[in-house]
Each structure stands twice: as structure tokens, then as C-alpha cells.
């Protein structure tokens, strides 16, 4: 009997467990005894009456140990500005590991910081991290969809310095820049101060304990009380912009090179950031520069059937993306390529929150998705788009949301609306659903205009469907497991998304548990697996797989997994005439064997690399040939000012004792960072695709080369007040040009100020 109250009480403890989080009142001080000065001194008298507060516990790797070493956080408010110091005490300082860095680059230094929810509903919590050298990072966590906006840049002030005996740091973040229920007389905020202490392991220190079988780290911050009666005004900020550059182009035909075309380019532009009430914040953007001036991420995409993730990057995009975001991924910005200008509304007022973003573009982009590939669409017309999203926190544990994203030109459209809902049934239990509906026009010769299932999808001109989502999970401290259910219709469209698939629904289940230890050479084993299987909307099996993985942390940093995949899936259709798959295309079964590992030997080193080897599906020839790919990573601050980045990709595929297909892509980053503000960076990316045509199904390019090159330097007074100045080209070489040849280069600068009115 004693034995099954035991295991009872083991039970209500998984399912109801939740730790109480303290409370600091922030002081509030007077300016009577001087400014404060964000020199990381701490010289001013105020920082006598400021609460300190001690970052006493370890929660990673250690569980709620005391911290290896000794934290004090200083905090107090002055109605404008919320203060806060920190005294990082180091056994040995020269052990600090600190780099002269960009903004948001500075994750694997020694660092502190702080975590604010400003409405104290564990929804969306503020990050402000800093370096010993006043380094800044700052971001947006979403703890819904358990994301973070790394892009979110804030205007605030920040200093710090190495010590004798560690480091100091200095910090003010202006009232105004937070979102906050101002209507309140006091306010009370949740509150996390950080600090992270990276040596042999990557220590994770606290101000709070963190309970391991609440997966709501947000639901544990401490309670912050003061601020009283404090505004965020109707501040207003205006950006204006200066872009001028010269581009050149040139045409390479089969028997010459042509000329080089030159154009000029000078393009004022202008941002608008308008907090129209506390509750209201207005975006707006007039014949915005959107140029790239970071080149994306490098990725191969032979033998990949669907169209390619990219990551957003522009400004006006990044603002306030949080409010957007549903269950699936409907709102894809990169869509958007060149718009004249666009508008951003988001508000929240007490449990509700609504957004309205709209834009139009000077061409149409859209994916097709299909359930077999996917294609790129391009029409040569402007576009509107917008997408409308509101939400309800009916009570703490029920969320219920509504989205419509539309985009439309002259003879296309594409609505989609649709519900979603989360319901947390315990701390540890998690329930979410989406329900969608589209409407979609294509022009009536798009379908001639596009290739093999893309030409299929696009052939009726005005179609319609539905898509539904549900997702159960559970997670406590050792065990996690979820299941998933989604489906989406044969017409059904979301093309302000990135939803390369369609026609197909899918079940996936799920299951892992961890291991925790306080040995020195590891001190977490996670063992985890899926089962999942996709037909298509007729019945037709698309894909079964099945997924183990085993992945152990441990010492110097390190990270390293095993798995192996078992994949059931078709191959392209044997007659592209028609979408049917049952009786039109052949079953294939991948074996997979991957592995990673990853780790930090010394300060400023990371050295990591990823592979996968194995049986693998060649689509383009329909038959199975053996895959390899391999993924090497190099970080290296080679001082304090000087980093290097080098990452290559590697893929390869043999079949019938011949080769396909390798492809190798080299990217290459030199950063030289003057100071906190100013840098100089190299960037070269290099590819080098050869193919058989031997041993390939059509025409095929045997080898095509491309090397693109960018030098930026930039200036940085903060995120909005900047100089870029740069040089870029690009070169190729393919079957009828022997060596690589420029093609594209151009010259720009960009100066941008930031009026904070």
C-alpha cells in the first residue's frame, strides 16, 4: 500500500509540479545625485540604493548546484531607464573568454544578461545579453512555439570591462523601447538574471532555481515589482536612408562575352517606427533598400526534391515577427522580394493581440508545392500581400488564434484563413491545433510556363482545399514524447508561407529520454526515436520512416549524436503526365547512417562536422545509389579583433559502379572587428557541381563553377544609425567557359540615422 501512494504522489508530481519563483522590487532612484554613466565603472552614488541581487545557481549542466563562481546583479529604475550591473568574479581572469564581436555574435563568449516578460504571461520574453567587452545581444523568445528571434535589435546602452577579478558590465534599457501595460499604477514583470561561464563545460547560472519537470523555463522567472506609474509616451523614430552603388552585367554566350552593362543607382528611403499608444506600435517602410548586404547561408540543394528554406534577414520584416506566428509556417517574408513599401500594425491589450502587416512587390514569387517536389513560380506583375493574425489568451491555458494571409496580381490570388488553438492541460501536456482553408487563382499559362508536377498542380486555374494540424506533447524532466497529425488537401495553397508540400497527410510519433550526470567527461545522454508515415490524399503510401538517435554532452563543450534512418519512400512519377502515385511510381528503402560532433577545445576554437552515408534515393534516374555527405565547420578567434569562419559542404552519389553527382561548396568568412562598432569583412563562397552525363537521365551539365566574393565594411552606432560601404561579385565557369569568368560585380554604400523623437 505504502508502495502505490508512492508512485501516486510520483505521479501528481510529473503532472502538477511547479516551483515558485521569488520576488525583487526594483528600487527607484532620483537623478539628485548625478547621471548615470554606462562606462561599466559603477562609480555613480546611485548604485548604492540599487537591490543586489546574487546569480547563485547553476542550471546547467548542473540541476540547481550552487554556482561555481560568484555573480552579483545590481538593479534599480529612474521612471526612464531600467539599470543593471553585473560583478562577474573569475579565479583567474586571464581564463575570460571575450572577443571584440558584431551585435548577436557573441554566444559562445562569457556573458550576462537578463530575461524580461513585460506582461508577466509567459508568452513573449525579452533577451539582453552582454560580453566583458560591451558586446550586445538581444532577442525575442517565444514561448509558444518555443523559437527566438535573434534579429530583434533594440536601441539600449551597454559597457563592461575585465578586472583584476573578473569583469564588469553596465547596462540601460530605455522604458520606452519595452512594451508594457502602462495603464498599470505599479508593474509586475517576470525577471531571469543570467550568466554564462564557458570553460571546460558551458555553464548555465541563474538567478532562479529551474524546476526540470516544467518545460516552461518562462513560468519560473522571478516576479518583478516597481516601475510605478511609468509611460512609454508616444515615442516616434524616423529613419532615413541613403543607398548609391554601380552595378555591371554581362551576358555570356556560347561563342563570346559580351560587353559589360553599367547602371547607376541612388535610392533614398525612409523608416517609420510610431508607438501611436502604449498598446499600438505602427511600422512603416518607404522604397526600402531590401539589397543583401550579409550573403545567405550556403546550401546544396542536388537531389533535394523541395524548394529550399532562407532565412529573413531584412529589418522590416524582423520587427515584431513574433506576432505572426501560428502552428505552421504561413508567413514566409522571402516571398516578398522587391516591394515600393509596406506597413506593419501590431497591438496588445491586456489578453489579446492583433497584426496586420501589408507590402506590395514589384514582381510575384510564389512556391508550388506538390507531394512528390516541388517548383518556383515567377510572374512578371506587382503583387499586394498581407497577412492579418489575432490572438486570445481566453485564460493561462487556453490560447485560441486566427490568421489570413492573402497575395494577389492581376489574374492570381491566394487567400488562406484559418483557426488554432493550445490548450496546456498540466504544466507537463501540451495540445495545439490548426484548422485552414484556401482559395487560389493561377493564371491560365502559368501551367506552360513550369515543369513536371509544378505544370500538374498549376493546370486548373481556381481551386480550393483545407489543411489540418494537431499535435499532443508531453514533456517532464527524463521523458518526452509527442504525437503529430497533419494534413493538407490536394488544391490546398499557402503561398505567403513556405509550404513546399501539399496533397499528402502524415502522422508522426515520437519518444526520448535523458540521462543527467555530474561526471566530468559527460553530463547528458539522451536517447530518442520516431515512427512516421505520409500517404497521399487518395490512400497511396508516400513515405515511412523510422529514426533512432543517441546523442551524449560532455567535456570541452562537445556534442556529438549517432543515428541511423530506415526510409520507405516513392521515387518521381514514371509518367509526369499525371499526378497519380499509386501504380505510377516505385517504392525505394533508404538505409542512413548519421553522425555529428562538436566541441570547443580552447577559447575561441570551435570545430565541428556533420555526415550521412548510406543507401540513398537518386531521384532524377529513379533507381538507389549510395549516398555520402559530409559537413566540416571551423571557428576561430585567432585574437580578440580577428576571426575566421569556414564551413564546407560535401555530397556525393554513386550508382551502378559510377558516379552522379558530387557537389562542393566552400564558405569562407574573415572578420576583422576594429571595435565594438566597426568592421571589415571578407566573405567568398565557392561552388564546384560536376555530373555525369553518362550516367544521367536528359542533359546535364558536366561541371558549372560559380566563386562570389563580398567585402563590407560596416559602422555601427546602433542597429538603426550605420555605414555600410562594399564591393561584390561573381564569377562562373561552366562546359563552354574553361575558366571562371565575372560576370556581375558592383560598388554601394549605405548610410542610414536613426532620429529617436
Known amino acids: 500500500m505504502t508502495k502505490f501512494y508512492s508512485c501516486i504522489l510520483l505521479l501528481g508530481s510529473m503532472f502538477f509540479s511547479s516551483s515558485k519563483a521569488s520576488e525583487i522590487d526594483i528600487p527607484r532612484i532620483t537623478t539628485a545625485g548625478g547621471q548615470v554613466n554606462i562606462d561599466a565603472n559603477l562609480s555613480e552614488i546611485a548604485w548604492k540604493s540599487a537591490k543586489n541581487i546574487d546569480i547563485a545557481y547553476e542550471t546547467s549542466p548542473g540541476e540547481n548546484t550552487k554556482a561555481p563562481v560568484k555573480t552579483t546583479a545590481l538593479v534599480m529604475e529612474d521612471g526612464d531607464f531600467f539599470y543593471i550591473a553585473f560583478i562577474a568574479e573569475d579565479p583567474d581572469p586571464t581564463q575570460i573568454r571575450a572577443f571584440y564581436r558584431d551585435r548577436d555574435t557573441i554566444q559562445n563568449d562569457d556573458r550576462v544578461g537578463l530575461k524580461l516578460d513585460t506582461y508577466n504571461d509567459s508568452k513573449l520574453i525579452y533577451e539582453f545579453f552582454i560580453n566583458p567587452f560591451g558586446v550586445q545581444y538581444d532577442g525575442i523568445e517565444n514561448e509558444i512555439t518555443r523559437t527566438d528571434n535573434e ?33 498599470l499604477p505599479n508593474q509586475t514583470w517576470k525577471i531571469e538574471l543570467l550568466r554564462f561561464y564557458p570553460r571546460d563545460l558551458r555553464h548555465r547560472l541563474s538567478s532562479n532555481q529551474d524546476n526540470r519537470e516544467n518545460p516552461c523555463a518562462a513560468c519560473q522567472m522571478s516576479i518583478a515589482t516597481g516601475f510605478a506609474d511609468v509611460k512609454q509616451g508616444n515615442h516616434l523614430t524616423l529613419v532615413p536612408s541613403l543607398v548609391a552603388g554601380t552595378s555591371q552585367q554581362r551576358d555570356l554566350s556560347k561563342t563570346s562575352l559580351r560587353d559589360w552593362n553599367r547602371e547607376d543607382n541612388l535610392e533614398p528611403s525612409a523608416d517609420i517606427r510610431w508607438g501611436i499608444t502604449p498598446d499600438v506600435s505602427l511600422n512603416a517602410t518607404f522604397n526600402p533598400d531590401f539589397s543583401q548586404l550579409e550573403a545567405d547561408e550556403s546550401q546544396v540543394s542536388l537531389n533535394d526534391t523541395f524548394a529550399l528554406f532562407l532565412k529573413e534577414k531584412r529589418p522590416f520584416f524582423l520587427d515584431n515577427a513574433e506576432y505572426f506566428t501560428s502552428p505552421l509556417d504561413l508567413v514566409y517574408t522571402r516571398n516578398v522580394a522587391s516591394p515600393d513599401g509596406g506597413v506593419k500594425l501590431t497591438a496588445r491589450h491586456e489578453l489579446q493581440s492583433f497584426a496586420l502587416f501589408a507590402a506590395n512587390d514589384k514582381s510575384t514569387t510564389f512556391i508550388v508545392p506538390g507531394n512528390v517536389s516541388s517548383g518556383i513560380a515567377f510572374l512578371d506583375q506587382k503583387s499586394d500581400n498581407a497577412v492579418i493574425r489575432y490572438r486570445n489568451d481566453i485564460t493561462p491555458e487556453f490560447t485560441m488564434g486566427w490568421i489570413s494571409t492573402l497575395r494577389q496580381s492581376d489574374d492570381y490570388h ?103 550526470s555530474d561526471s566530468s567527461w559527460w553530463n547528458q545522454l539522451q536517447l530518442r526515436g520516431n515512427w512516421g508515415i505520409t500517404h497521399d490524399t487518395d490512400g497511396t503510401l508516400l513515405e515511412k520512416e523510422s529514426e533512432l538517435e543517441v546523442r551524449v554532452r560532455g567535456i570541452s563543450q562537445s556534442d556529438g549524436f549517432i543515428g541511423f534512418i530506415e526510409r520507405e519512400r516513392v521515387g518521381s512519377r514514371l509518367d509526369d503526365g499525371h499526378l497519380s502515385i499509386d501504380g505510377n511510381s516505385q517504392l ?56 575566421v569562419r569556414a564551413k564546407h559542404i560535401y555530397r556525393s552519389l554513386n550508382a551502378e559502379s559510377a558516379q552522379v553527382f558530387s557537389a562542393n561548396l566552400t564558405d569562407l568568412r574573415l572578420s576583422y572587428q576594429f571595435s565594438i562598432r566597426s568592421n571589415l569583412r571578407l566573405t567568398l563562397i565557392y561552388s564546384d557541381i560536376k555530373q555525369n552525363p553518362l550516367n544521367n537521365v536528359g542533359e546535364v551539365s558536366e561541371r558549372s563553377t560559380s566563386l562570389g566574393s563580398q567585402l563590407l565594411y560596416s559602422y555601427k552606432i546602433n542597429p538603426q544609425t550605420l555605414f555600410f560601404a562594399g564591393y561584390s561579385d561573381n564569377a562562373v565557369r561552366d562546359d563552354e567557359v574553361q575558366d571562371l569568368t565575372a560576370l556581375e560585380r558592383s560598388v554601394f554604400i549605405k548610410i542610414s540615422y536613426a532620429w529617436m523623437l
Do not use: C
Open 588 to 643: 525505394y528503402t533508404e538505409y542512413l547512417f548519421n553522425s555529428g560532433f562538436e566541441i570547443q577545445p580552447y577559447a575561441g576554437v570551435f570545430l565541428g562536422i556533420e555526415a550521412e552515408a548510406g543507401k540513398k534515393l537518386d531521384f532524377r534516374n529513379n533507381r538507389m545509389g549510395d549516398g555520402l555527405e559530409l559537413a566540416p565547420e571551423l571557428e576561430w578567434n585567432i585574437d580578440e579583433h580577428f576571426q
Open 414 to 516: 491566394n487567400y488562406v484563413h484559418g483557426m488554432d488553438m493550445r490548450f496546456l492541460l498540466t504544466d507537463q501536456n501540451k495540445f495545439t491545433a490548426q484548422i485552414l482553408q484556401s482559395d487560389t487563382r493561377y493564371p491560365s499559362l502559368l501551367s506552360d510556363k513550369l515543369n513536371g508536377e509544378a505544370s500538374l498542380r498549376t493546370a486548373e486555374t481556381d481551386i480550393s482545399d483545407g489543411s489540418q494540424y494537431f499535435d499532443y506533447q508531453h514533456e517532464n524532466r527524463n521523458w518526452n514524447w509527442y504525437s503529430t497529425y497533419l494534413a493538407m488537401d490536394k488544391n490546398f495553397r499557402a503561398d505567403m508561407g513556405y509550404q513546399p508540400q501539399t496533397d499528402f497527410n502524415q502522422q508522426m510519433h515520437g519518444s526520448g529520454y535523458r540521462w543527467f
Open 151 to 183: 534579429t530583434w535589435d533594440g536601441i539600449w546602452h551597454s559597457a563592461g570591462k575585465v578586472t583584476a577579478t573578473g569583469y564588469q558590465v553596465e547596462v540601460a534599457i530605455p522604458l520606452r523601447m519595452l512594451n508594457f501595460n502602462d495603464r
